[in-house]
């Protein structure tokens, strides 16, 4: 078998890897035109803060993809012809396959503001773009981020870091205002405040204002407001890379549409990854998923798939994690910014505005989601509670198994049920306390 990878991101190397165990004898290409070796997106702000050498952002060794018998080419696919089966390259090179998979991630979406085009003003997705910040924010005094969710944020604490000062324009009312609840949003504000980070909330960006160089000195907002800046970061989220897709006949909406099988509307094409799109998503699943876990169990999907093991996709509960400067948060299942009917939602807080948790349940006490901030949960066990349907009261009483923090961390379970009992009596906790700690029953 022939296979040909357009992508070199998490799902591209996954399932390349996945294919490897699968089929030993496969000949196995990876196409990407970002960077030679697959390096690791979520680390890019640590590279920039200086916490991780340029080097340190590949997984692995340069030595590992001849070891796997890896082809690696570096270049842009420009077409992809179904009917022989083909890739076309920039270089003139072509391609021959068996099986194709287009993973080719996202990329950063503009509005088309006035001045988008000039110098200093770029979004953060890949290693280019790393690049491009390190250059252009040399010697940067002011900065204005553009956008209020994950990536702006990470923006916010990259300039920081080089001593910038940061205005953010987010036009929600609150940070993240499409995904926190409020009480979650106040905490990362105060994060954003205790950092010297200016927010304008409920403002919006209108244009990029140029100096005679062509750089950008300036942006006035929805408020009508102008302030100074020499660089602009570009934070309104990223939309599915579908243009190569889209060239080459493939069926398209907002990404590549896709079957459960991530096999695309032609024959031994297959889309996963930031690309695609989910004809039929499952219940309470979006058609689109664009998180690094999601991407991998994409690869590992559609490997199977691609060998003659044709196994549907099944993401399973819902997961994500970030860090607001030196807040963490966690979220596990369906917690809303504002919560859906038939819904409770349980939200404690320590009065130093340092942790919460939010546990979301049904009617009839079926946990649905959980919210952290400062509060370390284990993966594994929020996993099965969530698959499980698990009752509110049984994952009270069990709390603790879910703590990650180290033993010296102080722990607040005590004070999470203490609060949901006055709360919601209907649903009795017995708390047991013995020898300076407290067990559940």
């Given at each position: 078998m022939n296979l040909v990878i357009i992508g070199n991101g998490i799902t591209g190397v996954t399932c390349a890897l996945t294919v490897r165990q699968l089929r030993p004898d496969a000949h196995i290409t990876l196409v990407s035109d970002e960077s030679p070796y697959h390096i690791s997106r979520p680390a890019l702000m640590y590279a920039y803060l200086g916490h991780l050498r340029p080097q340190d952002l590949k997984p692995y060794g340069d030595w590992f993809w001849p070891e796997n018998r890896l082809e690696l080419v570096q270049a842009i696919a420009t077409h992809i012809d179904t009917e022989p089966q083909q890739v076309h390259l920039n270089t003139g090179a072509?391609?021959?396959?068996?099986?194709?998979?287009?993973?080719?991630?996202?990329?950063?979406?503009?509005?088309?503001?006035?001045?988008?085009?000039?110098?200093?003003?770029q979004g953060l997705y890949g290693l280019p773009d790393l690049e491009r910040m390190h250059r252009e924010t040399h010697g940067v005094k002011q900065a204005v981020v553009v956008g209020g969710g994950l990536i702006g944020v990470e923006l916010a604490e990259m300039l920081h870091s080089r001593g910038i000062a940061v205005t953010m324009l987010v036009r929600d009312t609150h940070y993240w205002g499409s995904v926190l609840p409020p009480e979650e949003a106040a905490l990362v504000n105060r994060q954003l405040q205790a950092h010297h980070i200016q927010v304008q909330y409920s403002t919006e960006l209108t244009e990029i204002l140029g100096d005679t160089a062509g750089r950008a000195r300036a942006v006035l907002t929805s408020k009508g407001q102008e302030i100074a800046c020499q660089w602009v970061g570009l934070a309104t989220g990223v939309t599915p890379n579908s243009t190569l897709a889209q060239a080459s006949g493939l069926d398209t909406d907002r990404g590549i549409l896709v079957d459960e099988q991530l096999q695309t509307s032609q024959p031994n094409v297959f889309a996963a990854g930031d690309c695609a799109q989910h004809r039929q998503p499952g219940p309470d699943e979006v058609p689109i998923e664009q998180l690094w876990y999601t991407g991998r169990q994409q690869g590992e999907t559609v490997a199977y798939t691609i060998c003659g093991q044709p196994r549907p996709y099944q993401r399973g509960p819902w997961f994500n994690s970030a860090?607001?400067?030196?807040?963490?948060?966690?979220?596990?299942?369906?917690?809303?910014?504002?919560?859906?009917?038939?819904?409770?939602?349980?939200?404690?807080?320590?009065?130093?505005?340092?942790?919460?948790?939010?546990?979301?349940?049904?009617?009839?006490?079926?946990?649905?989601?959980m919210n952290t901030l400062g509060i370390r949960q284990r993966h594994e066990v929020w996993d099965q509670w969530l698959r499980n349907a698990t009752s509110i009261t049984q994952v009270l009483s069990e709390l603790r198994t879910a703590n990650f923090d180290p033993e010296f961390y102080r722990r607040h379970e005590a004070a999470v049920i203490d609060q949901f009992t006055r709360q919601f009596p209907q649903f009795p906790v017995a708390l047991h306390r013995r020898k300076g700690f407290f067990s559940f029953s």
């Open positions: 072509v391609l021959p396959y068996d099986k194709l998979l287009v993973a080719i991630g996202s990329v950063s979406r503009f509005q088309d503001w006035p001045g988008q085009e000039l110098a200093g003003v860090k607001f400067f030196q807040l963490e948060y966690q979220t596990y299942g369906r917690v809303p910014a504002h919560t859906a009917a038939g819904t409770h939602s349980v939200c404690w807080q320590h009065p130093n505005g340092q942790h919460l948790l939010r546990i979301n349940f049904r009617e009839d006490g079926t946990v649905v989601g």
